[in-house]
T-cell receptor
Framework: DAGVIQSPRHEVTEMGQEVTLRCKPI?????LFWYRQTMMRGLELLIY????????DSGMPEDRFSAKMPNASFSTLKIQPSEPRDSAVYFC????????????FGQGTRLTVV | AQSVTQPDIHITVSEGASLELRCNYS??????LFWYVQSPGQGLQLLLK??????LVQGIKGFEAEFKRSQSSFNLRKPSVHWSDAAEYFC????????FGKGTKLSVKP
């Protein structure tokens, strides 16, 4: 398996634009997590899905952020409109059986909002 | 509140020296504990995990960690550090959604 695949690896966008980050989890994994990493706040869980259903989105910072998982092999994280303070590295991770098994991380998307 | 504290932001050790990275946690239930490593520009890779049983767990790359319930700690150790171990190390706790510490950056002197 190729692991968790995220795209794009780097994204530079202007403030106010819509940004969509994509994630393909490992085949067979039924949990998917979106994290944001910044120098100031470290790694923060934004949202996680079990069997394509959002379980906890309390980490989503604002209504500008939304995430979807239309099927078991694809998820998106959308920011609309984007702001400079959204600049961060966004990681997607997947696992079997929630947190009782190892979470495998993608290589991340480095987002820069100018 | 659930939290993970890694007291050391940055540690420098000489190659061949021993290493201990500290992790303290606050968690209401029985904790599931993890150590991840992140190389620059990369995602996180699991080093080891503790769910139950033997409190000394072995991981990849020669790392081990010891769970001490009385101290709410899960410190990571390695007897002899290699230059390739230079990276950032994250301790995490949780069931489902992991709570991460802020990380400890490890530098290795030749």
């Amino acid at each position: 398996d190729a692991g968790v695949i995220q795209s794009p690896r780097h994204e530079v966008t202007e403030m106010g634009q819509e940004v969509t980050l994509r994630c393909k989890p490992i085949s067979g994994h039924n949990s998917l997590f979106w994290y944001r990493q910044t120098m100031m706040r470290g790694l923060e869980l934004l949202i996680y899905f079990n069997n394509n259903v959002p379980i906890d989105d309390s980490g989503m910072p604002e209504d500008r952020f939304s995430a979807k998982m239309p099927n078991a092999s694809f998820s998106t994280l959308k920011i609309q409109p984007s702001e400079p303070r959204d600049s961060a590295v966004y990681f997607c991770a997947s696992s079997l059986a929630g947190g009782l098994a190892e979470a495998f991380f993608g290589q991340g998307t480095r987002l820069t909002v100018v | 509140a659930q939290s993970v504290t890694q007291p050391d932001i940055h540690i420098t050790v000489s190659e061949g020296a021993s290493l201990e990275l500290r992790c303290n946690y606050s968690y209401g239930a029985t904790p599931y504990l993890f150590w991840y490593v992140q190389s620059p520009g990369q995602g996180l890779q699991l080093l080891l995990k503790y769910f139950s049983g033997d409190t000394l767990v072995q991981g990849i790359k020669g790392f081990e960690a010891e769970f001490k319930r009385s101290q709410s700690s899960f410190n990571l150790r390695k007897p002899s550090v290699h230059w390739s171990d230079a990276a950032e190390y994250f301790c995490a706790v949780g069931q489902g959604n992991l709570i991460f510490g802020k990380g400890t950056k490890l530098s290795v002197k030749p």
